[in-house]
């Protein structure tokens, strides 16, 4: 068969299936898979190596220190290997009374799915298992050598992804890694991301008495809420600039490609702000524009502060500890254990050593070069699929652990 044709019968194949396509889907979507508290891990993994196995795909679910990678493989021997890298966990679904329909009760809306996992990441795993039925059930085989590594720890930050793959380097070696885990840009095309984000996650807290006073005793009994505050202040000031010693030193500047691309990206900055219900953006570090500052600046975001009495009317209460979890997203040249340590190191200069900060989530930058030969071959693919030209991003705000790749693999 001629690609035409094949593509021809494919497209019937899935037109003829897509009934049973999306009841199959909303089985994986009702399984729960929050990794965060552990819930249905075990259970949605054996489903997605069962699911995998139905389609051709030689699957297996491998232990890690926590959540178990489920890692299949496909294909001839011959030609190009890609790895596919996903993950089957979800973020939780809380706060539940904003959902309009149940969060693991997946339905149909106005032409669009709406369920915990639709997007992030459980379709798109789903798509690649269903391009395998579909072209062994036209072609009679895939035309590449297919890997593919889905763990269920991605929305905790990927803890045992690392060694999972220092372990099985052998196993994974590929000419290609690639993750489908994004959204379609604004303006309706899709969307080739290169990069991603570096992550630092701490959680900070400070102390004062054993345990919770009465708040007439403010006159003498330190409240950690305003120690916090102060501290917090200490470590981003009201111009959004990050006071940090040597926090921006070692920020890659974008190379001339990788503007012009940027340049080129579609933006309407005033819908952006009406979106987002705020009078403006904030202004950049060294220049302005939302898609250059989300791409290329580092970020410390303040993602929650808990203390003392926060519910219904009042409590006079002086709280014995106050804690605040910071995000700080990173980009290349950043290395994330040296921003922690800069982290702690400028809070005791300032006077808060007994602020206690603990790390998290701790993930390196990664960045595809736009000149790579796989650029132009995906964003042909995208372009014959979509039938429109895809939006080309050099790095996105998000962070990830693609970097594991590039790191442990070489790719």
Not at 42 to 48: F, S, T, V, Y
Not at 88 to 111: A, C, H, K, M
Not at 190 to 197: D, F, R, V
């Amino acid at each position: 068969m001629n690609p035409s044709e094949i593509e021809t019968r494919l497209d019937a194949y899935i037109e003829d299936n897509r009934e049973r396509f999306l009841e199959e889907l909303f089985v994986f979507l009702r399984q729960p898979s929050i990794s965060t508290r552990d819930e249905g891990m075990n259970d949605c993994a054996g489903l997605l190596a069962r699911m995998m196995g139905e389609v051709g795909i030689d699957a297996s679910v491998m232990p890690t220190g926590r959540h178990p990678v489920v890692y299949g493989e496909i294909g001839t021997g011959e030609g190009p290997t890609v790895l596919v890298y996903g993950h089957y966990d979800v973020q939780p679904p809380e706060p539940l009374d904003l959902w309009t329909s149940p969060p693991f009760e997946p339905e149909i809306r106005n032409g669009k799915i709406y369920g915990r996992g639709t997007s992030d990441n459980k379709a798109q795993i789903f798509i690649y298992l269903k391009a395998v039925e579909a072209l062994r059930a036209v072609t009679g085989d895939v035309p590449l050598n297919f890997r593919f590594l889905y763990e269920g720890e991605e929305e905790i930050g990927s803890p045992s992804l690392k060694p999972f793959v220092e372990r099985h380097r052998d196993l994974l070696q590929a000419d290609l890694t690639y993750f489908s885990d994004s959204h379609i840009h604004e303006s309706g095309r899709p969307m080739l991301i290169l990069g991603l984000k570096g992550m630092v996650y701490v959680e900070l807290t400070a102390r004062g008495a054993r345990i919770d006073q009465h708040s007439m005793r403010a006159t003498a009994v330190p409240n950690p809420a305003w120690r916090l505050v102060r501290a917090l202040n200490a470590i981003k000031g009201p111009d959004e600039l990050v006071r940090i010693p040597g926090f921006y030193e070692d920020v890659r500047p974008l190379t001339n490609l990788e503007r012009e691309t940027i340049a080129r990206i579609p933006v309407d900055e005033a819908a952006l702000c009406d979106f987002y219900g705020i009078e403006g953006l904030l202004p950049g570090r060294v220049e302005d524009g939302y898609y250059l500052n989300l791409i290329s600046e580092p970020t410390c975001n303040i993602a929650g502060i808990e203390s003392g009495y926060t519910g219904d009317g009042t409590k006079t209460v002086l709280p014995a500890v106050a804690r605040a979890k910071l995000d700080m997203r990173l980009v290349p040249g950043q290395d994330p254990e040296v921003i922690f340590d800069r982290l702690k190191s400028h809070l005791a200069a300032e006077g808060f050593g007994d602020i206690e900060v603990e790390g998290f989530n701790f993930l390196s930058p990664s960045r595809t070069p736009i000149d790579h030969p796989a650029v132009e071959t995906i964003t042909g693919a995208l372009r014959d699929a979509y039938g429109l030209e895809p939006v080309v991003f050099p790095g996105i705000g998000g962070a990830g652990p693609n970097y594991v790749f590039a790191e442990v693999l070489g790719q």
